[in-house]
């Protein structure tokens, strides 16, 4: 499969290219995306792209440059080449870092995402078809305001080739799906969303549920807008994997990022509370959590057979039974810090160099049913669904707020409430779980937008969790 | 003419001239030649020079309407070929469409173009303009230079130029996790600028050795310097002032345009495109007033208005682009002098600037985020320690009404370093404020 526009010999670049420098990479990457917006029945949004270019990679008296180009005729990768060439043989004189060969590892192979059926059997008219019943499907009122019906489709191709010998790719078919309802009186506003990130193919939006579970959303709305406000207080918190994602990604994904206790990324997203000392010692969170880089499950967004400087993926645990293992970090950061990672450096397009970044990071499921779960709780609040999040910079103290939230009291789940809303310190937090969802609790969720690096890179993550239950958490609602 | 306007008024113009009478085009361009050099601890990360290049198609046939991009080559022959299969690809995707009863037809808004050269510095000379003045300190941030050119033209004749040659140098210096953040941008690379800001950057971390004070949650009284106020002005980048976002449920500034709740008369919040950091014409190729007030002392004057919004809605469009977002944000002074902050403070936190925001409750304009970089205990007027971060959570109709105490006579130009994609353009233009009350909670 190709999606390229024009037929680039990358095989003959590399040749040119090789005896120029210690080492040279070349990382095609070619991406199709289309996305369609409907809101309130009428068409919002009809857009494609299509995307490509190379990332030349070099190695200078053991030190890593990058330029990366759109222009994909022999005379543009050779700038590119020269480019980086150039600006890497003056940065080698102030490297952070010294690397090798062992740091581009020469693999070679394929991956293909599974789907049941290509994304372009999907055609314009079906999909927008899909779309327009499921912004119906969303207004069970009048006071259904706004509703909104998304789908993004995405297939992209990744080469590799390296002068040390790797030659590898990597196809990706890519669904997000993303349905709002809006509700409104003359007191308040509330929504409720749905949707997900997944590696598969046009059978999501064939799914026969779609409009029921639009219809459900819309009831959630509608419900929410005549709720009482989420308690203040300190009680037991159950969330679901819908929001068990934001927890995992914010206060385990990010601080455990090897190029962050490095200080990489100390001038934006910023550094983390983790200190190199603490893999292998550290009880991150109680007995019961186990937290695994899964790169393997299938359909997960961000599953992967390689890295994108070509380290085979492998599943590896990075918290078991509440002890911190291992960072996310790639074969760089583990060379710099001398630490075990994961295949985790990843870069979100051609024209961005590869940095330690999550992918699927995922809760293992525990023993307990969630109506065992419930029934443990005498006073405390389930909360689905991330609406707000902030968190400082070490990944310390955050603060957390979810669209929907119930009630549980005596064991019983008794109302619906609103603005439901979260605040803690990232171990305390951990510590406190109490008990964590059987594997029928357990689900996959994910999305195409993490933020991070210099220059700025989105890259699709991924988390499956159960849910889980916390103990004595600083809970409140709206004014 | 650069060699990128050559090959997008080539394309453009063939692609004009096959239009069926029934139909509507706009093309735009966009492409940058930027360096960007990553550093940590004063040595080089990564460095990545990216040249990229992306054609876009806006095609309108019987009421509806879609856009289709591709990365170009930069070159006349291989481009124009794209982007004939593009429109080909469009004419044919197009009936398969709903009509879009809120299109707004292309016009001809017009013709302008601008070309800010600047001074930059070459591959031979960046690293050790960088490295050997940041070498005695721990430095981590980012350089990125060069050249962004975006073009717009339609098939009813418009045609806007934009180019731009700068720079900017974002950064921050470390004692262990004492840290303090700049950034010297510019047009024209001057090397005792950049060092004289890294020394200015270099004497605030000194204040930072003292030993970290630590605060109980509760309600302070803060200095945000005007970096602090540009992290909380991102939040009006979520819709709050967007007129779709307001008829869609979203604008958190819903209660001050409805009068229900007010801002301080000392607030006053413009768009002035005369910052000349980002050119007036939007995706549309409409151009904005170039001064125009959203907030007057505390009222809302307007909120900002998309052609496409004025149509569903029955509005006057202001001309926002697309994401109704304020694209040249001032914030008007006031009459707080430089030297007298700490005095005006007294007992209180003087924030340098602020992380991570986002709405704890939106429809109260209630934000939560975190003190992050230079943020300092004062006691009477005087400079005491720095603190451990802390966590707010305030609402806007609080902190800049009648918590809002005075704002300085002066402003500072906060560049955009927005790197995702591209290399942003753009900036603000803002103040720094005195606030009483202040809610700490973790």
């Known amino acids: 499969m190709t999606h390229s526009t024009i037929t680039a010999d990358f095989s003959k670049a590399l040749r040119e290219f090789k005896n120029q420098a210690d080492w040279v990479g070349l990382r095609f990457y070619s991406e199709k995306s289309s996305h369609h917006f409907i809101r309130n029945e009428n068409p919002e949004a009809n857009i494609s792209k299509r995307d490509q270019g190379v990332m030349v990679e070099v190695m200078i008296d053991g030190h890593l440059g990058y330029a990366a180009t759109s222009d994909l005729t022999p005379d543009g990768m050779k700038a590119a080449f020269n480019k980086a060439k150039s600006l890497s043989t003056h940065a080698a004189q102030v490297k952070a870092a010294e690397f090798t060969l062992e740091q581009r590892p020469p693999s070679k192979g394929s991956f293909q995402s599974p789907y049941l059926h290509r994304l372009s059997t999907l055609g314009t008219a079906e999909l927008v078809d899909i779309l327009m019943k499921a912004s119906k499907a969303l207004k069970v009122s009048d006071k259904i305001v706004s509703r909104e019906a998304n789908a993004t489709l995405v297939e992209t191709e990744i080469q590799y080739l390296s002068s040390s010998g790797a030659e590898w790719n990597q196809n990706f078919d890519l669904v997000t799906t993303a349905f709002r309802a809006t509700a409104e009186d003359d007191k308040d506003t509330q929504m409720r969303n749905m949707g997900n990130s997944i590696q598969a193919g046009a059978e999501v939006l064939r799914d026969p549920d779609l409009l029921e579970d639009c219809k459900i959303t819309g009831d959630e709305a509608m419900e929410l807008l005549s709720a009482p406000n989420c308690p203040t207080g300190v009680m037991d918190l159950l969330l679901a994997p819908n929001q068990m994602q934001l927890q995992i990604h914010e206060s385990i994904g990010h601080p455990l990022e090897l190029d962050r206790i490095l200080g990489d990324e100390r001038n934006y997203a910023g550094w983390s509370f983790v200190k190199p000392e603490n893999f292998g010692h550290l009880q991150y969170g109680s007995h019961l959590l186990n937290v695994v880089f899964d790169p393997q499950e299938e359909g997960q967004f961000a599953s992967y057979a390689f890295d994108d400087v070509g380290n085979p993926a492998t599943r590896e645990y990075l918290i078991k039974n509440g002890k911190l293992l291992r960072g996310l970090g790639s074969l760089e950061s583990q060379k710099r810090l001398g630490l075990p990672g994961v295949a985790s450096q990843r870069a979100a397009s051609w024209n961005r160099a590869p940095i330690d970044r999550m992918a699927n990071i995922n809760v293992e499921p525990g023993h307990s049913t969630l109506d065992e779960m419930i029934k443990q709780v005498k006073h405390g609040i389930l909360m689905k669904t991330n609406k707000s999040w902030s968190i400082d910079d070490y990944r310390n103290k955050f603060q957390f707020g979810c669209e929907y939230g119930q009630l549980i009291e005596d064991g019983e789940i008794t109302q619906t409430v609103k603005n439901p809303n979260y605040r803690g310190k990232t171990l305390q937090f951990w510590n406190s779980l109490k008990a964590v969802g059987n594997a029928q609790t357990y689900s996959k969720h994910g999305g195409p937008y993490c933020g991070k690096g210099e220059p700025s890179q989105l890259i699709r993550y991924s988390h499956s969790a159960p849910y889980c239950l916390f103990s004595q958490i600083e809970v409140f609602g709206g004014v | ?442």
Not at chain 2, 114 to 121: I, N, S
Not at chain 2, 154 to 178: A, I, P, T, V
Not at chain 2, 359 to 383: F, P
Not at chain 2, 425 to 440: A, E, H, R, V, Y
């Open chain 2, 1 to 442: 003419m650069t060699k990128s306007r050559e090959v997008f008024n080539h394309v453009a113009e063939a692609l004009f001239s096959e239009l069926h009478p029934d139909e509507a085009l706009t093309v735009d361009y966009r492409g940058e030649d930027t360096d960007y050099v990553r550093w940590n601890q004063s040595k080089v990360r990564q460095n990545t020079s990216v040249r990229q290049k992306e054609i876009s198609l806006v095609f309108h046939k019987a009421g509806r309407r879609l856009s289709k991009s591709f990365s170009a080559q930069g070159s006349k022959e291989w481009d124009l070929i794209t982007a004939r299969q593009l429109l080909l690809e469009a004419r044919a995707e197009a009936p398969e469409l709903p009509e879009d009863p809120y299109l707004v037809a292309f016009t001809n808004n017009g013709t302008s173009e601008a070309h800010f050269e600047g001074e930059l510095l070459n591959s031979e000379e960046l690293i050790q303009a960088i490295a050997k003045p940041a070498a005695e300190h721990d430095m981590a941030g980012l350089y990125a230079g060069g050249l962004i050119e975006i073009g717009n033209r339609n098939s009813k004749g418009q045609n806007h130029w934009f180019g731009n040659e700068s720079f900017f140098m974002d950064y921050s210096l470390y004692n262990g996790e004492r840290a303090v953040k700049a950034c010297y941008a510019g047009f024209r690379w001057k090397q005792s600028d950049f060092e004289a800001s890294l020394h200015q950057t270099a004497t605030q971390l000194s204040v930072m050795n003292r030993p970290r004070k630590k605060l109980e949650p509760g309600k302070y009284r803060v200095y945000l310097a005007p970096a602090a106020v540009s992290e909380l002005t991102t939040m009006f980048d979520w819709g709050g002032l967007s007129a779709r976002a307001y008829k869609t449920g979203t604008c958190a500034l819903k209660k001050l345009k409805e009068g229900e709740r007010k801002f301080s008369s000392k607030f006053s919040l413009n768009e002035n495109f005369h910052l000349g950091l980002t050119p007036r014409f939007n995706d549309l190729g409409e151009l904005a007033p170039e001064k125009m007030a959203l907030i007057k002392e505390g009222q809302l004057e307007q909120l900002l208005v998309n052609s496409r919004s004025a149509k569903e809605y029955g509005l006057l469009s202001n001309h926002a682009d697309e994401r109704e977002v304020p694209r040249a944000m001032e914030i008007a002074p006031g009459n707080l002098k430089k030297n007298e902050i700490l005095k005006k403070l007294g007992t209180g936190l003087y924030l340098s600037n602020l992380h991570y925001l986002n709405w704890s409750d939106l429809q109260n304009a209630r934000i939560t985020g975190m003190t992050r970089y230079a943020c300092l205990w004062v006691e009477n007027g005087e400079v005491v320690a720095p603190i451990e971060d802390m966590r707010f959570d305030v609402s806007l109709f609080d902190i800049l009404n009648e918590g809002l105490l005075d704002v300085t006579e002066f402003q500072e130009v906060d560049p955009s370093v927005s790197t995702y994609f591209q290399r942003a353009l753009g900036g603000k233009n803002l103040p720094g404020f005195l606030i009483n009350d202040f809610n700490f909670t973790l």
